[in-house]
Every structure is written in C-alpha cells, then in structure tokens.
C-alpha cells in the first residue's frame, strides 16, 4: 500500500501510509484509537464505507501488480480475507453455516435432477466436517451446529477466524484486534495458529494493543499516530516500551494511578447474589453466591466460558436468570424489562455494538438516551409537552468527549462512524449520565489503546472517589488487580475465590484453574 490518504466529512483520516508486507510475514500495524488502522484496512478490503465516501487515494499492489479493490469480493479474489473488529456472522445460523457462507457444498436432489443445481440441496454433514476441522484448528471447542445468536464475543472471534482459515487460494489475512476479547490461555492458543498459518506462505497483517504478542510473533511493524505513518521497522530491531512511545507520542505511563481510596467502606452491602442461575450460552452461572460492599470497586474475572460474563448480563435481564438478586437491601426480578436500570444500576456491556450503541444517532444522543428514557434527564417541558433539550444534551456530550478524550469531529459524529475504542468510550459516557448507584462494567478496555487504558481505568477510579460503587468484569487480570480492592474468580458458573489483589500470582493462577485450595476469603 503507497501514499494512502483518505477523508471522511473533511477529517482527514489517513495521511499518505504506505505499508509493505513480506509473503509469509506476520506485520503488526499499531496505533492508539483513531490513529487510521481500521481505515487503512478497510481500504484493502475495499469495505463500502471507504467507496460511499469518496474513495481514497494512493496505491494497492499485489505481487508486484497494482490492484483496484472497490468490494469485499473483489478483495476476496485477490487472496485478502479480513477478521473485524466488529463481528461479521449472521446471528440466526449455525456456526457452520457462518464459517462457509458464500461457499456453501450441495448434494444432488431427484428435483435438482430435473430442474437444475438450484435446487439441490446443502450437504451439512460435510460442511459440518469442515467446520469442526477449523474450529479445532482456533481451539474452539463449541458445537459446530450451535446459533451465533447468544454467544460469548470470545467464541465469536474465533468463528470469525475460523471462517477466514476455511477460505481457499488466500494470500494476505488481516486481524483487527483478534485477542482483544480472548483470554490470556486463548490467545496463545491464536498466536500459536496465526504461526501456522504464515509458515505455510500466508501473509497476515495483524492489528493488536497488546505489545507482547508482537514481540512475540511478529516478524515487522508499522506505526501510526493520527492518521500518518510514524516508523516501520523489524522487530528485532526493537522492544516493547520503544514500541508505545511511539504509538502515542510519549512515555508509557503505568496502567493507572493506583487503588481508590474510595468513600468509607461500610458494612452496607450493595448487590447481593444468592442462589444466582444465569441462562447463557457458553457463560452460563450456576448458583451463585456474591456480596459487593457500598464504596468499592469490585472485580470479576476469569476464563472465558465460566460465567463471568454471564453474571453482569444476568443481572441487567439481557440473559434469563433465576435466584435471588438484592441491590442496597431492595430485591428486584432482573428479567423484568428495565428493572435494573429503575434500581439505579447502570451498565457498560462487553458488546458495545450490539448491546451498548445506537449506531446511527449522534455521540450526543448515544450519551444521554439512557438518563433520558429512565431518569426524564435532559428533557424540556412546556405543560403537557415535552422534548429532548438539546443544549443540555450537547453541554453533556462536550464534557464527556473532553474528559474521557473521545476521538471525534464534535457532538453530531454517529456512534457508528468511531473506532472502535471510542465506541466503547461512549458507552462508558452513556453509563455515567444516568447518575447510577452502582456501575456494572464488562470489559471496559476491550480493543482500547496502551494510551487510553490508563485514562478510562482513572475514571473508574475517580467514580468510586466521589462514593460510586462500580464492579468491573474483566479478562485482563493486571487491571483488575491495578484498581479493585477486592477480586472474585469465576469458574465454572460459581466463585472460586475471592482475593486481593496484592495476593500472589499463584493464587490467582490456581483460582483461576479451579483449583480447589483453602485460603482466600470465599470457596463455594
């Protein structure tokens, strides 16, 4: 790729990048949020965002051959395949039926005998077949017959990937973000794949926040910041805190300032779980028991698949739950409508897509909506009438952008059209205006920057300064010991212990195992 530039509304959004990858190279491309890389791709792709907007300038080549890539498909019958960032499966099929979309196998029918090859019919035995193979080729252990629709995001990414791998005659994979929603145990298992897959002559540009898997399975990179091409080199010619120096223009700083001293913690408890069933595939929970105290920041980890996930979406009545569920002493059914919300719970969800945005509203909108609908906030009455008051909305919106420092041309930018970190950065925003009691957030750096963690970890922190009691569920263990007080590790549906986060990494890693131990303050 020679001198890309590209614009979106008069933003400029890439400024003349160029990128050269090596047949059989893994390339990382690095960036904070907003820095171009997923419009860089999405350039490659040729995604219809880039063509409905004016195009873009600069160069493509494939082999030494320039290349005009106008669609997806086009992209396609280059050898480009493309894992997003934001899912791309279709909810109401299968697992199989998503991985060989658009290459479907059909068996001859006595109609199709007749009437033509339109009418045979597909053969799931050995599209089934393929599947399981790839599937096993990611380590995803899922039934490949299971509906997308209700997955964890984590198995989600591995369909993705697993549907990319199944395609034939590829030459050039792009990973945008592929273990931003996976475990540390998962993510190995991709990188130890992503090997495989370069060894056999594939090239694969590979878009991560996590320095450590480049060093540890890129062969290049290439920087950018704000759009512009920073510096690509060898990695062996560098290190990891070179590496986010020059990602965000500065010194790294540490992850964040530290564990809130918090308001008073009193003995008042703030949500209790007893006897918790949650009804969610692949995180499901099983007979929970969970006391959070008023006035801490309370974590939540664990693999993927134990529940972890299952308990915050339980809780909001986004999965169907059964037992009993009590915040500050008022117990409420969270499979009515809303119910959490009317009990001043307030929620960040781990898919800020299909849960968390009103992708095609404004970042003004998308903040207040919530306070709106619930609390009657940033409404102007007049007798019998009422309407959003818009200026009180956008003074919101304003605050929010300048404090959580979302990447964006103003108030009036949709949801939609933001990187993804900034996405998630809104629905944090969203959750602050309702003025909650408690902040439930589920994986609130997912996809994030080395930058940016440290700013939204602060806020939290800051909340629960000024008397927010806020539990954050999180796959990234170092976060959670760096703000929580108190750290509850889930396996298997149940609490297996619950620490502190100066406790050792033993502890955590036997938790985390399963591992039945004595010590800690709860086993179940």
């Known amino acids: 790729m020679d001198n890309i530039s590209k614009e979106y509304y008069g933003n400029r959004v890439l400024k003349g990048v160029s990128l050269k990858v090596k047949k059989g190279e893994i390339h990382a491309l690095l960036g904070e949020n907003g820095a171009g890389k997923s419009t860089l791709m999405n350039v490659l792709f040729g995604m219809d965002v880039i063509h409905t907007t004016g195009g873009y300038t600069g160069k493509v080549s494939m082999d030494g051959q320039e290349v005009h890539i106008d669609s997806p498909i086009k992209a396609m019958e280059h050898g480009i395949g493309m894992v997003h960032q934001e899912f791309m499966l279709i909810p109401g099929f299968t697992v199989t039926e998503n991985i060989k979309i658009g290459r479907e196998i059909s068996k001859p029918s006595i109609l199709s005998r007749i009437f033509g090859h339109k009418l045979e019919k597909l053969d799931m035995k050995t599209m089934g077949s393929h ?72 090239s694969i540009i590979f878009i991560t926040h996590r320095l450590d898997e480049v060093m540890t399975v890129c062969d290049g990179v290439t920087i950018l910041r704000d759009g512009e091409l920073v510096k690509s080199l060898k990695t062996s010619e560098t290190n990891v805190v070179n590496l986010a120096e020059l990602m965000v223009g500065r010194e790294l700083e540490v992850i964040a300032t530290g564990i809130s001293e918090g308001i008073q913690q009193s003995s008042e408890t703030a949500l209790e779980l007893n006897g918790f069933y949650v009804h969610m595939e692949g995180e499901a929970v099983k007979g929970l028991n969970l006391e959070v105290k008023k006035g801490e920041i309370f974590g939540i980890g664990g693999l993927a698949g134990q529940g972890k996930i299952g308990i915050c979406n339980g809780i909001m009545g986004i999965a169907e739950s059964e037992g009993m569920v009590k915040i500050f002493g008022e117990e409420f059914d969270p499979n009515e409508l809303g119910a959490a919300l009317k009990k001043g719970i307030s929620f960040v969800s781990e898919d800020r897509r299909g849960v968390g945005l009103l992708l095609d509203k404004s970042i003004a909108h998308n903040i207040v909506f919530s306070a709106l609908q619930v609390n009657e906030d940033y409404l102007w009455r007049k007798g019998p009438f009422t309407q959003m008051d818009n200026k009180a909305a956008v003074e919101a919106a304003d605050k929010y952008i300048k404090s959580l420092d979302i990447r964006c041309t103003g108030y009036k930018q949709s949801a939609g059209s933001l990187s993804g970190g900034n996405q998630q950065k809104v629905c944090l925003a969203r959750a602050i205006a309702l003025n909650p009691r408690l902040l439930l957030v589920a994986e609130p750096t997912r996809g994030i920057d080395v930058g940016a963690k440290k700013l939204v970890l602060d806020e939290l922190v800051k909340l629960n300064e000024q008397g927010l009691t806020v539990i954050m569920v999180s796959s990234e263990l170092a976060e959670l010991r760096s703000i929580c007080h108190r750290i509850s590790i889930i396996t298997d549906g149940k609490v297996a212990r619950i620490l502190k986060p100066d406790d050792s990494d033993a502890d955590f890693g036997l938790a985390m195992s399963g591992t039945k131990v004595t010590g800690g303050e709860a086993l179940e």
């Open 131 to 202: 599947a399981r193979a790839d599937l096993d080729k990611v380590g995803l252990g899922i039934d490949e017959y299971t509906k997308v629709a209700g997955m964890p995001v984590g198995y989600m990414q591995f369909v993705e990937i697993a549907r990319e791998i199944d395609k034939t005659g590829v030459k050039v994979l792009v990973f945008d973000e592929p273990t931003a929603v996976l475990t540390e145990s998962e993510a190995e298992t991709l990188l130890a794949a992503m090997k495989t897959i370069a060894d056999s002559g594939i």
